[in-house]
């Protein structure tokens, strides 16, 4: 038989009812298209996922909150720029920045969305080649410290789906300078920079590491057979999991 | 813009048209014949209304009511067995075909052309292409689940094929990429004949459950009929302006785009809302709005139904308040629906609709007069019985005789030709000959386009792009999925038209087996010239018959496609294009086998014969060579290798399978080492002497039937008693070479996988940027 994994086979979930306790809401814009994947990435990492609607005037019970990617309200004036003011995210926002810092991972058009929101610094304006990519995008982990990379190395190097249009990240000489020394750059593009993202820049953080953007999608590696292939034939199709895992962790270690 | 609210026009009502019969309609202009607009007077006992007209002109158009093709189409609803009709829920006729997928699963299909706004305008051309084939498949009542896209450009080098390729490219990803649904892949192919007629066509695929399909009719006395989604614009009005004459103030806009115009965040949304109005069972009949906008929605719903429909034009919401009612009525504007909805659910209906922030309007209801009437401000502009709208149009018997030319071009071989001079013979030679191949415009890598299109969205793709075909999964629990490839060759099918659609199956066919999936049904897109034109006209006839025979040899139906004709730039049509696409079944999307091999030492077995068949192939094409008879069909062969490769792939026995095709075997071993960068050590001898050919045949010959496959040692017996069980040719041709990076060809030069790569990788980019 063949030594290469089958796909489609349930991913083994660790047999810990209390990782099944902790809610991971995903939220949902009318024009959002990964909100299943994220979904159903919170549930192979033994989590439970709650769909929270963008009109919702309440996040209710919640242990961290993903927006994630698609188009919102189809992003025609500029990406996240009218979603930052519907009603669920300024309760996000709130939590975010709450002593509580509720975790939160936007996603594509979620760390968009999150930026637009002023939770995290910078901006991402149109690819360099002005054209849509989708690849599987090496990235290094640069900071394993997040709430969404605890089960990470620092350095490690993860293999994910990136797809997108307005994916290149800028921001100004100053701000990417703080965000380096504060160890708040938490993932970097390697081997190719798909986009023209500054400084290979491919996710950040905030300042406490509760609120983590980035525009590939972990959340299309979360299953064997469904996610990237690697040229050297060793399956990286679950090197997502981890975001899904570490926040998990994060919230039923009790760490802040 | 004006700000005036109301909106006078000098209505032509029923009343009006039958006090006024000898009133000179633009007939004509509106594309009908006389003989056809005779039959109007005829149907009505009067002549008809603008508005009555317009309805007319376009449910009788070529496009709507398939005219030409009818009589011929009929063969795909005639051959069928019992066996092919066991698995088909809904058969051809309805919006898509649905199949059966077992476990109460159901599966829909359809391809369609959007050929003509393409080239108008490619970017919103082949967005609207994707918008409407994946409002049919909704209109079925089911999740759409993927798209793919056979793409036909003219010469790679012209100057009007980058804006054409750019466009068309962009719109399918703009449009599709905001649906979330992975385009799992398609065809490219560039050739100057389609320089002025490029062919977009665009496949989408959705799933449901049995209990939810649902069919566009109109029944149930005193149900209402609503139109949801996008407001109704001026956008793809086309024949209707002629119409303007009904209108009496200047005001409006005097050029309206001839090409629709997409919103692919309301597209999203109206995907969202009806699958929540299925879900719910809110609508009693559903139907989108497509070519001929709401005349064919309220006429093909009341046609269908059991009774009639009656409709107030003005309570359509406009997104120009200028559109006369002809206009209203021909308007093509994107993301619209139509649906029939009991009195008892109009409240969660509206629910649903303001949820999802969906406008609609209550146009009016279904009545049991037979009649479809549509008023405007109460006064009756359409009287007419749906059916002679909607399915009793025009039939032609078009003239068709096999062309005086075909003689002297099936005369015209390949080889011994001037273009066959120097045929590649030393191994340095027929290295570069390799290289040369897959960098060909149509062998090279197709990444440039498909790295545009989200393949992974939904989390169910698996597998895509550069594979035989794409792989979605439709049940999470069990892997139940299915596997869809589309072909057409048109240098094939302008050589031998019966044979040449036949070969376009058997290679969707074989690629859906190739990827370990059960081939269960078919969906076409016929893509000709002008069927005025007696040669095309015996294309066409020719390549459905054709078609039919080899779908019944098969065992599998058409459920559904279609015909678009008019493909030419003045006199000249594009080569015979049907565009075959094959849906296959796998029970568990975790046995489907890809096409690249992986782990060394492998053995590498050809199955099938090799024939002295480079007529209508790649190699002829790069020498600029058209003649000939094209590679031979054998559709018993094609079954056999197929059962071989499903059989395969069910019980673990290989682990790699590409079919061969385009560029014969030299293609399939180069992309089946680069899929991931894995070389192979091949020798063919043992191949040339059981065939009786020479190398270069045995590289480049595009004999059907064949295919590669990788197997691991310890299936090796196993798999070569399978094939000897069942007859099937199977030569062990070498193994797979993990370490070496590089393709190794007994009598070839050694070729570096690297330098393939960039071969293969090098040629979009270095044209398109």
Known sequence: MTSIPLIGEAVAIAAEPRLAGAKIGVVTFPGTLDDRDAARAVRLAGGTAVSLWHADSELGDVDAVIIPGGFSYGDYLRAGAISRFAPLMSKIIDAANSEAKLPVLGICNGFQILTESHLLPGSMIKNDHLKFICRDQTLRVENANTAWTVDYTDGQEIIVPLKNQDGQYIADEKTLDALEAEGRVVFRYVGFNPNGSRRDIAGISNAAGNVVGLMPHPEHAVETGFGPESLDGAPRDTDGLGFFTSVLTKIVGGDK | MTTETTKKFNIDTVEHAAKTPDTELPWAELGLKQNEFDEIVKVLGRRPTGAELAMYSVMWSEHCSYKSSKNHLRQFGEKVTEEMKKDMLVGIGENAGVT????????????????????????????????????????????????????????????????????????????????????????????????????????????????????????????????????????????????????????????????????????????????????????????????????????????????????????????????????????????????????????????????????????????????????????????????????????????????????????????????????????????????????SPNMCSKAWITN???????????????????????????????????????????????????????????????????????????????????????QLAEAIRGLSDACMELGIPVTGGNVSLYNQTGTTPIHPSPVVAVLGKLDDVARRTPSGWREDGQAIYLLGTTAAELDGSEWSNLRGHLG?????????????????????????????????????????????????????????????????????????????????????????????????ARGFAHLRIGVVDAAGGKLEINGVEELSLDALREAHEGTLPKHFG
């Open chain 2, 100 to 439: 059966n997928l077992g476990d109460g699963w159901a599966v829909t299909f359809k391809i369609e052309s959007h050929n003509s706004p393409s080239f108008v305008e490619p970017y919103q051309g082949a967005a609207t292409g994707i918008g409407g084939i994946v409002r049919d498949i909704i209109s079925m009542g089911a999740r759409p689940v993927a798209v793919m896209d056979p793409l036909r450009f003219g010469a790679i080098d012209h100057p009007d094929t980058a804006r054409v390729m750019h466009g068309a490219v962009a719109g399918i990803g703009g449009y599709g990429n905001c649906l979330g649904l992975p385009n799992i892949g398609g065809e490219m192919v560039f050739d100057s004949v389609y320089q002025g007629n490029p062919l977009v066509n665009a496949l989408a695929v959705g799933v449901m459950r049995h209990e939810d399909i649902r069919l566009a009719n109109a029944s149930g006395k005193g149900n209402k009929v609503v139109l949801f989604g996008a407001r109704t614009g001026g956008d793809g009005i086309g024949g209707a302006s002629v119409l303007a004459s009904e209108s009496f103030d200047d005001t409006k806009p005097s050029k309206r785009p001839a090409v629709q115009v997409g919103d692919p965040f309301a597209e999203k949304v109206l995907i969202e809302c009806c699958l929540e109005l299925f879900k719910g069972s809110l609508v009693e009949g559903i139907q989108d709005l497509g070519a001929a906008g709401i005349s064919c929605a309220t006429s093909e719903l009341a046609s269908n139904g059991d009774g009639g429909m009656e409709v107030e034009l003005t309570s359509v919401l406009l997104r120009d308040p200028t559109l006369t009612p002809g206009e209203i009525l021909m308007s093509e504007s994107q993301e619209r629906m139509m649906a029939v909805v009991t009195p008892e659910n109009i409240e969660a209906f509206e629910a649903v609709m303001d949820k999802w922030a969906v406008e609609y309007s209550w146009l009016g209801e279904v009545t049991d007069t037979g009649r479809l009437i549509i008023t405007w401000e109460g006064e009756v502009i359409v009287d007419v019985d749906p059916r002679t709208v909607a399915h009793d149009g025009p039939v032609y018997d078009r003239p068709f005789a096999r062309p005086e030319w075909q003689d002297s071009v099936q005369a015209n071989t390949f080889t011994g030709s001037v273009e066959d001079a120097g045929r590649p013979s030393a191994p340095s030679e027929l290295a570069a000959a390799v290289t040369e191949l897959v960098a």
């Open chain 2, 452 to 538: 545009q299109y989200d393949r992974y969205v939904g989390g169910n793709t698996a597998m895509a792009f550069p594979d035989d075909s794409g792989v979605v999964r439709v049940d999470e629990e069990t892997g139940l999925g299915v596997a869809l490839a589309t072909d057409a060759n048109g240098r094939y099918t302008y050589l031998e038209p019966y044979q040449g659609a036949q070969l376009a199956l058997a290679e969707a066919y074989r690629n859906v087996a190739t990827s370990g999936a059960v081939p269960m049904a078919v969906s076409d897109c016929l893509n000709f010239g002008s069927p005025e034109d007696p040669d095309v006209m015996w």
């Open chain 2, 628 to 724: 000939g008879l094209p590679p031979k069909v054998d559709l018993a062969a094609e079954r056999a290798l197929g059962e071989i490769l499903i059989n395969a792939s069910r019980d673990g026995m290989v682990d790699a399978a590409h079919d061969l095709s385009e560029g014969g075997l030299a293609a399939a071993l180069v992309e089946s080492s680069l899929r991931y960068g894995v070389g192979a050590r091949i020798a063919l001898e043992e191949l040339m002497e059981r065939d009786g050919v020479d190398l270069f045949t045995a590289l480049f010959s595009e004999t059907q039937a064949r295919a590669v496959v990788s197997v691991p040692r310890s299936e090796e017996v196993r798999f070569k008693d399978m094939c000897t």
